[in-house]
């Protein structure tokens, strides 16, 4: 990001104010990405003790871990700029959250403002058994969501598949010593030895972050918890299952309201499911949702208490020239979001991202092809599972750039204003802090270029499923197994 004057500019602007054109060259012009560290979510909640030297907390230069040692609780399965970017929140398979804190710029070391410490750490979620139904409750955190700071305090919502937890992370830099009742060692003291009244005092202490759950809602899906979105007014969010969309209040743990429900009387007649639920950015009243088939229904909360009769229905016709035995697979919506301005929308499936207009409800104003060399591979797609993947979507601070993740550990940005696109690479070959990342090129078929990669020798273990823009700078957080890379846009 640019700036002019004592304004900033938003992302992806020159100093005209126009937007900058999204560079798809390797030169180190505007609009090159360059790594600004490589972060490794650690496997153990005590070796992130906030009382340990701030030098054992940094992880940015430890380069030494490799793929092969994550485990399967190491996976990042979601992450999450807070509203002023200065924090990113991270969840894994195993239930745990890490908080990346972003680092001070500093007179001798200007270049390090976009290096991201851990913060703090915590087990947000433990592996439960539902001995009613005979089901295992996994640890794995699906989504992540910050609440807008109101104090010195920060609060975020994070869920596994039932259950859905307030927490509130504070600073701690004080403690309080001179009580009459206990010792220092905070053992109960002989009363008949107490002889003076003495006024507890505040020392000062090594700083300590603590994280806190302040509201565990639970016991209201019946389902796996897709999504949960925070609302415009802040004090009500949604948590959307398989099929059925709750409203909750933060005050309220055992208490929700309803909103959807599209489970039908015969479970035989079941032919879509809820795969992902936001609410609007500015009107409290408004969410959307996504199915399996597809389609997208916005729904006005003013209308009725239950919401399953849409105000808008979003949908693309099917070309029958296309029809094939996966249309129905690969045109499921992995992931639905609100623009920031609030006019479109962006949903993800398997091989496409398309922007729709809130007035338009046809055909989506914008379509973008993010792997459509895979077309042809979707056969076996089909037989490894791949199909199934859910990508994500993310827009940058100014609606002008959407960002998605694909396989091979690349990861492409669409430039709505100059229709120009460009893949990338989060890799360890890129490790190198301030390496500038080249575009990478997929090869379909015929002679291979140098700088081209075959489609045949993708790897489809690894893949870009989880991606966050910052909310008002070109800071990219990028998660590719147990690893979270962060790039920042090269200013010149």
Known sequence: ATAAGPERLGPWCSPTGSPAPLSCETGCGEGSWILVCRLLVPTQVSLLSMEEDIDTRKINNSFLR??????????????????????????????????????QESKNQIHRRGE?????????????????????????INKIRWLPQQNAAYFLLSTNDKTVKLWKVSERDKRPEGYNLKDEEGRLRDPATITTLRVPVLRPMDLMVEATPRRVFANA????????????????YMSADDLRINL??????????????????????LTEVITAAEFHPHHCNTFVYSSSKGTI?????????????????????????????????????????????????????????????LNMENRPIETYQVHDYLRSKLCSLYENDCIFDKFECVWNGSDSVIMTGSYNNFFRMFDRNTKRDVTLEASRENSKPRAILKPRKVC??????????????LDFSKKILHTAWHPSENIIAVAATNNLYIFQDKVN
Request: glycine share 4%.
């Open 66 to 103: 490799d793929h092969s040692y994550a485990t399967e609780a190491d996976i990042i399965s979601t992450v999450e700029f807070n509203h002023t970017g200065e924090l990113l929140a991270t969840g894994d398979k195993g239930g745990r959250v890490v908080i990346f804190q972003r680092e």
């Open 116 to 140: 991201y410490n851990v913060y703090s750490t915590f087990q947000s979620h433990e592996p439960e058994f539902d001995y009613l139904k005979s089901l295992e409750i996994e640890e794995k």
């Open 221 to 236: 899906h019946t389902y796996h918890i897709n999504s949960i979105s925070v609302n415009s007014d802040y004090e009500t």
């Open 248 to 269: 909750w209040n933060f005050e309220i743990t055992n208490q929700s309201f309803n909103i959807v429900d599209i489970k039908p009387a015969n479970m035989e007649e």
């Open 297 to 357: 229904r916005l729904c006005d909360m003013r209308a009725s208490a239950l919401c399953d009769r849409h105000t808008k229905f979003f949908e693309e016709p099917e070309d029958p020239s296309n029809r094939s035995f996966f249309s129905e697979i690969i045109s499921s919506i992995s992931d639905v979001k609100f623009s920031h301005s609030g006019r479109y929308i962006m949903t993800r499936d398997y091989l496409t991202v398309k922007v729709w207009d």
């Open 444 to 457: 379909v078929g015929g002679k291979r270029r140098k700088d081209e990669i075959s489609v045949d020798s």
